[in-house]
């Protein structure tokens, strides 16, 4: 929902003269913090006077309840821009966890490819290829490649976490 496009409701009640809205709505846009005395430097109209229209038309009950939906309008338009943030960069960490997943299977598999050259070499030389080299190697691909399905399960379980925002946000 599109909170800052949605205009708040202040009517001007029945029988209330046009230019006792204006001076109404003059101190209403003064803000929360606002005072008669505020409203009388800017209107150029007394605070006395101001003091008699407030009462005659209940400005303090109705800037409360004005006063309410403007804040929660405002926690509502700051709560939805965290959430875009928030997925944003949710994004942004599945994104590079991706990336991280292709270069750690790319590795693995140079390893590997190490390892069976050197064998090769090795076997074509007549020599034989010392266990601990070849248990490095091994070792060295296979870490590689559990760090990419590792890598590559955390992106997983963010893109899960993203369709499940995406699921429970209200519909238009």
């Known amino acids: 929902m599109d909170h800052a496009a949605a205009p708040l409701p202040f009517e001007r009640l029945p029988e209330e003269p046009a230019g006792d809205y204006a001076a109404l709505l003059l101190y209403r846009d003064l803000g929360p913090g606002r005072s008669l005395g505020q409203a009388a430097d800017v209107s150029g109209r007394s605070e006395s006077t101001l003091r008699r229209l407030a009462k005659r038309w209940a400005w303090q009950e109705r800037l409360e309840a004005y006063d309410a939906r403007f804040l ?101």
């Open 72 to 172: 929660a309008r405002a926690a509502a338009v700051g709560a939805e821009a965290e959430q875009v943030r928030h997925r944003a960069q949710l994004v942004a960490f599945r994104d590079a966890q991706h990336r991280r997943a292709e270069r750690l299977a790319d590795a693995a598999e140079q390893l590997l490819e190490l390892v069976v050259e050197s064998t090769r070499k090795h076997l074509a030389a007549g020599t034989l290829l010392q266990p601990a080299q070849l248990g490095a190697g091994l070792t060295a691909a296979a870490r590689a490649l559990e760090a990419s399905g590792s890598t590559a399960a955390t992106a997983l379980g963010v893109e899960e976490l993203l369709e499940a925002l995406l699921a429970s946000e209200p519909n238009p």
